[in-house]
């Protein structure tokens, strides 16, 4: 009885009265510097990634530029659309004053650094691509066509490298200012620069929503330019917005599990699992969405797109896309203690990040292959196109990506210390 | 002492600490949990997070049920729709219609629907499962009458009829937590 009375007393010490733990405090900035093995690792992914994309185009023979194209186009895309998910994230966060996240900001805020890069290969692939990847780019092709003649205001390069400037330019600008401002409060701790980031998150998401809409539709579905859908925007916003938080979550894993950011507790990765999840699912609905209208309408104009996906040799990576960007994070993320669970956390998020290269690689590659093949007067094309050059272009802007993120988030720290809502997001709890 | 609560076991009392806050809810139900006194449960007038941690509660099977009875909408909403667009024998016969050129079992216009069922059942099993397992219907006596509990005030209710209960160290316990008020309650 005397023993029990002792163990209580002690656990009452331990656990009653203060409750100290309840207030956890940051003391000072937390400091991050980019381990030498993680710089190293991106060094070699930028060599491998260069390497193959030698081999790729010295192998690749004649009549294959299209193909280079359309995989520099693809992995250009994919990483703006990460780290601008990334941007649209912060905003969502300041704009609805969530408390829950403050801790894990700094991660996708380093996210949004990327952009210049994906400025930098976007207009590459405007200025020397376009000619392999877009019909419309053809004069001689939009003269003799009574719809791309009608297109034309929009489907030209001007206005494509105009909107790779304005729109990727804009969103480099805007998280700029939203980074530029948390920073700012680390040092002289003012309310003001969160009501100002509300300002400009409100600002950015209504540029991002216009922008990522035109973009996707200039950049992504006028590589079949007679084939249109309404849904297309919203489509790309929501792969965007999961490869994103899968992207986050996965850089949260590596900080918390080496010990980078002590303050990050298994209920932020949950919330970012919850992300993940949730537009996984968004993805799928609006998947759905546009496919079942047009499948439900059957009108010529609309099946194309999908008839082409569904020959042969496309339709196992066409099922294959839904099950990696819906089912498998679905299923797995559904069970709350999964979301908690770093082991569970990492497999998926690299599952929605390939399920977003194959999305975005399904909507190109089937098309400019079909427009080069009937251009090029080729005989035979026949997707799917898996090797170097579609690995090469991938590997070498991931390790820019690993490259410039980790060495971002190494100048501030990784913890914004003022921010008000700070307090809340160390004592969230799920 | 242990006579006392005896006695209170037997008239079914239970030791009630009642809070003017969540975070003084929230350290004294750690606090009697970590003494090993015996708590019956929490009455809150909305849910306080890290309550059910410190009380110690396991997880919850509702999701469980939610799952099952998403299961069920989906089932339905597939055996309904089967049944009516496709069935037809000599003895059991749906009304299959055709609609727009497309197949009499075509899965992809089954989509919306199942989502809908799916997510109905889901919703509405969850709601009534969720009262069922809490005894909130019609007919039911509640347990306790504890004024305020649906307002602003927080109840710790200390079950005396299980072991390691000791009145002394309860109430030293609960007014060293920030208790406004200790009584014993009455329950049905």
């Not at chain 1, 010490?13 to 030498?36: K, L, M, R, W, Y």
């Not at chain 2, 006194?37 to 849910?47: A, G, H, K």
């Not at chain 2, 939610?66 to 069920?72: H, K, N, Q, V």
């Amino acid at each position: 009885m005397s023993n029990t009375h002792e163990h209580a007393a002690e656990l009452e010490h331990h656990d009653g009265h203060g409750h100290d733990h309840e207030h956890a405090e940051v003391s000072g900035p937390v400091t991050f510097a980019v381990p030498g093995g993680l710089k190293k690792g991106a060094f070699g992914l930028i060599a491998v990634g260069a390497i193959l994309l030698g081999i790729g185009i010295a192998t690749a023979g004649e009549h294959s530029a299209w193909r280079l194209w359309s995989n520099l186009l693809i992995s250009s895309l994919f990483y703006a659309f990460v780290a601008v998910g990334a941007g649209f994230i912060v905003a969502i966060m300041h704009v609805t004053k969530a408390g829950w996240g403050a801790v894990t900001r700094r991660v996708p805020e380093a996210m949004t650094t990327y952009l210049p890069v994906a400025l930098l290969t976007m207009l590459v692939v405007g200025g020397l691509g376009l000619h392999d990847l877009y019909e419309w780019s053809h004069p001689d092709i939009v003269a003799e066509d009574h719809l791309l003649r009608h297109k034309a205001a929009i489907l030209n390069p001007t206005f494509y490298m105009s909107i790779v400037v304005i729109f990727i330019g804009g969103w480099w600008l805007l998280t700029t200012l939203l980074r530029k401002n948390s920073v700012a409060q680390d040092s002289d701790g003012d309310v003001k620069h969160t009501g100002k980031n509300v300002v400009t998150s409100v600002l950015f998401l209504i540029f991002f929503g216009l922008s990522i809409t035109i973009g996707s539709l200039v950049w992504l579905m006028s590589v079949e330019p007679h084939w249109f859908s309404t849904m297309f925007g919203v489509y790309q916003f929501a792969g965007a917005h999961k490869a994103a938080a899968a992207a986050g979550t996965l850089i949260l894993v590596y900080l918390s599990n080496n010990g980078h950011n002590k303050y990050l507790k298994p209920d932020h990765l949950h919330d970012w699992g919850k992300m993940m999840f949730a537009f996984s699912t968004f993805w799928a609905y609006i998947w759905v969405s546009q496919f079942l209208l047009i499948w439900y309408a059957n009108i010529p104009e609309e099946t194309g797109y999908f008839l082409l996906r569904q020959e042969p040799s496309w339709m196992a990576l066409f099922a294959l896309n839904v099950i990696l960007n819906w089912v498998i994070p679905f299923f797995t993320l559904l069970p709350r203690p999964n979301k908690r669970n770093p082991a569970i956390l990492v497999p998926v998020a690299i599952v929605v990040l390939l399920g977003f290269w194959l999305d975005l690689y399904l909507q190109v590659m089937p098309a400019t292959s079909h427009f080069a093949a009937e251009h090029l007067k080729l005989e035979h094309l026949h997707g799917p196109f898996m090797g170097a050059l579609e690995i090469g272009p991938m590997a070498l802007l991931g390790g820019v990506f690993l490259l410039i993120v980790p060495a971002m988030m190494a100048k501030v720290s990784l913890v914004p210390v003022k921010d008000p809502y700070l307090q809340e997001s160390l004592h969230h709890q799920q | 002492m242990s006579v006392q609560a005896t006695n209170n076991a037997n008239d079914n009392q239970y030791l009630v600490g009642i809070f003017d806050d969540e975070d003084l809810i929230l350290g004294a139900t750690k606090a009697t949990r970590g003494a090993g006194l015996p708590i019956y449960d929490c009455y809150t007038p909305y849910p306080v997070h890290g309550l059910d941690t410190a009380q110690g509660l396991p997880r919850s099977w509702i999701t469980y049920a939610t799952f099952g009875f998403a299961a069920l909408g989906f089932c339905t909403s597939m055996f309904m729709q089967t049944y009516t667009q496709a069935i037809e024998t000599p003895f059991w016969s749906g009304w299959p219609l055709i609609i727009g050129g497309k197949p009499f079992w075509p899965l992809t216009a089954f989509v919306p629907i199942l989502f809908e069922l799916t997510v109905l059942f889901a919703g509405i099993g969850t709601a009534l499962t969720l009262l069922a397992s809490n005894k909130l219907y019609p007919g039911n006596k509640p347990k306790f009458s504890l004024p305020g509990i649906t307002d602003d005030r927080f109840a710790l209710v200390l079950d005396p009829g299980q072991k390691g209960f000791d009145e002394g160290r309860a109430r030293d316990l609960l007014s060293r937590h920030g208790a406004s008020e200790i009584t014993w309650v009455q329950g049905q």
